[in-house]
């Protein structure tokens, strides 16, 4: 059994029963047709990122997709670069690729943790960016094991989520960059970093956003107002840096994770007449 603590930002999580990494796509389609066809769960995991792993670990087979890290340019024109990008690689891997080559798109996307899979199907954005801007198409493996590319226009994006199944596996996608210079890029990406980094703890061990921003509000700024600002359960602690951030201060568990959202919610329910609608993925048993 592996603690799951060692594969999430936010270093908690329970023991999976069974963790695996696929080293290639025939053994990883083998591997999911045997699990879906015996009826024993599992779960594929990407970064780890925007993930709280209860106590009680996961049940079946973890899928870490953490080989999968190919990035390669298919076609250049004097406009454009359409890139693929297996889904393990991480965000920031391309949106460093991205920067060294000159190629726009990705730039308010820098500093978000985990992999390019997770953005994709949690359409990762910051700053008016958003991973389905740049998406031209996926590839997705079915429940039987069918290999099957969608134009990005097929699936449904939505604010942090896509109409991607969770028991569909996304191998890969292909994205369309502007060709731009160097220096160019690496501005725009140092401005937003530097934003990030005097508004969001990006040095401590997070999930990223715990809520969502509802329509016209800022979770964070709710929370804050609520006075949850420092607030902390266990080793669990609302950050002082940006409210909507939970720290795990060294010995965390999920439920005093869950405990702290609770009550912040709760609470921001009864005083501002909002519900916060999770960002966060809670995933594993008791």
Not at 254 to 279: C, P, Q, T, W, Y
């Amino acid at each position: 059994m592996e603690p799951m603590s060692n594969h999430t930002s936010l270093r908690i999580g329970g023991p999976a029963d069974v963790f695996v990494m696929p080293q290639s796509l025939l053994s990883l389609k083998n591997m999911h047709v045997h699990l879906k066809k015996s009826q024993i769960p599992f779960f594929p995991l990407g970064g780890g990122t925007n993930i709280l792993v209860r106590d009680g670990g996961i049940d079946g087979v973890v899928i870490s997709f953490r080989s999968f890290k190919k990035i390669e340019v298919l076609s250049d024109d004097n406009t454009y670069v359409d890139v693929f990008v297996e889904v393990g690689t991480l965000l920031q891997r391309l949106v460093n690729f991205s920067l060294e080559n000159g190629y726009a798109g990705l730039e308010g996307l820098a500093g978000i943790p985990g992999s390019v899979g997770g953005a994709i199907c949690g359409n990762a954005g910051a700053f008016g960016y958003e991973m389905k801007d740049v998406l031209t198409s996926v590839v997705i493996m079915d429940a039987k094991g069918v290999i099957e590319r969608f134009k990005a226009e097929e699936i449904d994006f939505g604010y942090r989520s896509s109409s991607i199944l969770p028991d569909e596996l996304l191998l890969s996608a292909e994205i369309k960059l502007k060709k731009d210079t160097k220096e160019e890029v690496s501005a725009k990406t140092e401005n937003f970093l530097r934003m990030k980094r005097e508004k969001q703890p990006l040095w401590e061990p997070s999930a990223g956003s715990v809520f969502k921003n509802p329509p016209g509000l800022f979770a964070g700024k709710l929370i804050d107002e609520a006075g949850f600002k420092g607030m902390r359960i266990g080793d669990v602690e609302v950050s002082s840096i940006h409210s909507n951030f939970f720290i795990n201060k060294g010995g965390a568990t999920a439920s005093d994770f869950i405990r702290l959202m609770e009550k912040v919610a709760h609470k921001v329910k009864e005083r501002f007449g909002v519900m916060l609608e999770l960002e966060i993925k809670i995933v594993g048993r008791e």
